[in-house]
């Protein structure tokens, strides 16, 4: 899917997920929100940028997602 989404879009896939993630089991519920808010904003710290996005499932066809903006 994230291919078709890259490709219809145009998104530069050097940009796209360029810190990793996966699916993983046995981490407690919410734990992917924290750690994909703390990858990203470690990551604009790190690289100088200004805006990160992070994105993820929540389960049961719902998702979520957030912008985060380094000041």
Do not use: W
């Amino acid at each position: 899917q994230s291919l078709a989404v890259i490709n219809t879009l145009g998104l530069d896939p050097a940009k796209v997920n360029p810190m990793g993630g996966a699916i993983a089991l046995g981490h407690p519920l919410g734990a992917t929100g924290a750690i994909r808010a703390a990858t990203v904003i470690h990551a604009l710290r790190r690289n100088q940028q200004r805006y990160g996005m992070v994105t993820m499932c929540v389960g049961m066809g719902q998702g979520a997602a957030g912008i985060f903006e380094r000041v």
